[in-house]
């Protein structure tokens, strides 16, 4: 949830929102696939810092069109976890690591077989963070949100890279 609670309350620096609107914000942003943010958590995530304080519900109406605006304490609680996630660096969890472990438990047909699904795979979503940085351009989202999807597909480049020179390993007997 921390990530969560910074993307939260730094949506709200700009101006009170309603729930909806923080939520098409992130969706705007991507934020699912760079973050991810389970969008169904926005709403708990909004009511649960407006109870301890980080927000103020301006404007309470039916079916979710609260209205919340960030507190100071909020806006305390956003620099300093804003300037946390600058300076941790923490691992990514990757799923795809166990199954890095256990790839001597195939056979070197079905290794070599998932590792070319991986690449294709892995082409198609490079492509598609190409695709979705030409798309936000005309909807508005801040220059800057791009990097995130940049930063994205480098990580995937990265492992493209490192699957093709694995899987020559593969064929040639020299891994697993």
């Known amino acids: 949830m921390s990530s ?19 939520r098409r914000r992130l969706e705007m ?28 519900r ?3 109406g039916r ?4 209205l ?11 620099m300093t976890r804003l300037m946390s996630h600058w300076w ?4 990514i969890v990757d799923p795809f690591q166990v199954a890095l472990t256990f790839m001597d438990r195939l056979s070197p047909t079905d290794l070599i077989g998932a590792m070319e699904a991986r690449a294709v795979q892995l082409r198609a979503a490079i ?15 801040p220059r800057h949100i ?10 995937l480049e990265a492992q493209l890279d490192w699957i093709g020179s694995a899987l020559e390993r593969v064929r040639n007997g020299e891994l697993p």
């Open 29 to 56: 942003w991507g934020a699912d696939t760079w973050a991810n943010v389970a969008y169904g958590s926005i709403y708990h995530g909004l009511g649960k810092m407006a109870d301890e304080g980080l927000l103020h």
């Open 63 to 66: 079916g979710g069109k609260t």
């Open 88 to 91: 941790e660096i923490k691992p």
């Open 127 to 141: 492509g598609m963070f190409g695709r979705a940085i030409e798309a936000k351009r005309g909807h508005g989202a």
């Open 58 to 60: 301006v404007e309470e």
């Open 146 to 155: 791009d990097e995130t999807l940049r930063l994205n597909a480098a990580q």
């Open 4 to 22: 969560t609670r910074v993307l939260l309350l730094g949506v709200l620096l700009d101006g009170p929102l309603h729930g909806y609107e923080v």
């Open 68 to 78: 919340y605006e960030i507190t100071e304490a909020g806006r305390a609680e956003f």
